[in-house]
């Protein structure tokens, strides 16, 4: 069975499971989601090539920021390197953000912060599972104890990704400085255990690792304790997307030999991995008319609208809130969506010109001029 055919087969089967566990709606969403953003699918080439710039949908999908405040020096994160101190997001702001898409389908709540500081975080959860929104949630497992493990399940988290970079103690918290390994670990092991005992798909747990000069080394040993620890899901190794100045030391790409090592493992304990080798170079990058990821906005904490997420971890906090698009807790998002920035922000994508805020972009074809 060839690549093609096994992946629409895989989203068949996960189509008909989630109408079985969560109903058409939930699957409607899922399907839409994945669909228009995630995938080289039919309906985004359709959208792209033949409906925009004449059909412009409100965003489907948003991410927001709920805290800024974080009890870890990672050294690889933009927030160990600022200067500005961290804040939260109240349920009051983020419901008036909300409850101006009525129609979202999907949510990141993950910014540049440990959300469980944040005191609202559970309220907020609850109220946007309430709606049947789709939720997304990256999590280092810090504060993960069984008691909101065991929320996270009864609220119907829909994906939970882990974000892990080391296999062994010493790695690990060289890197996540201020985290305690075996805390994460019991903590892993405890939600997967609890998911079992609760008989629950949900949350869905993935696993994300970020390749750095310190950790490239224990890829296929991540593998191992993937494996040991219970994880079923998929594992994505990512290398740094922006290497700024203060940990351009830290980047590398992923060695082809490590790749072989750990699908070799991979296939042994019937893992899923995911690569992201390297940041491409220019010309083997995809031209930027080719991004819908401007249908899924970013909001600060601070009520700054952003294109999306990849300008994130680039270090260039002030530059991104300079150059946003706007600000919810000034405007309507509505009226920002409709703006002549936004407007022109838009336009200047589908025809193949860069945006001031898509210059530190790693995905697209840009233009420094």
Sequence with gaps: MNKSIKRNYQKIKQAFFLIRKKGVRYTYNYLWFHSLYRDDSLLRKIFLKWLFPYTVPYPPFIEVELTTKCNLKCTICEHTYWKEPGINMTFEQFKSIFDQFPHLKWIGLTGIGESFLNPDFIKILKYVKSKNVFVELYDNFCFLTEERAKLFIELGIDMLILSMDAATKETYEKIRVGANFDTVINNIKNFITLKEKMKSHFPQLDVHFIATKGNVHEIPQYVDLAHKIGITGNIRFTSL???????????????????????????????????????????????????????MPFIFVTGHVIPCCVGNEANQREFQKRHSLGNVFEKPFKEIWNSKEYKKFRYDIIHGKTPIQCTTCTAYTISRK
């Design 241 to 295: 997307l922006h290497g700024f100045k203060e940990i351009a030391n830290c980047v590398t790409d992923i060695p082809e030999y490590l790749i072989i090592e750990a699908e070799k493992k991979a296939k042994q304990y019937h893992l899923n991995l995911g690569w992201n080798k390297n940041v491409p170079p220019m010309s083997e990058r995809r031209p930027i008319n080719d991004c819908t990821v401007w249908i």
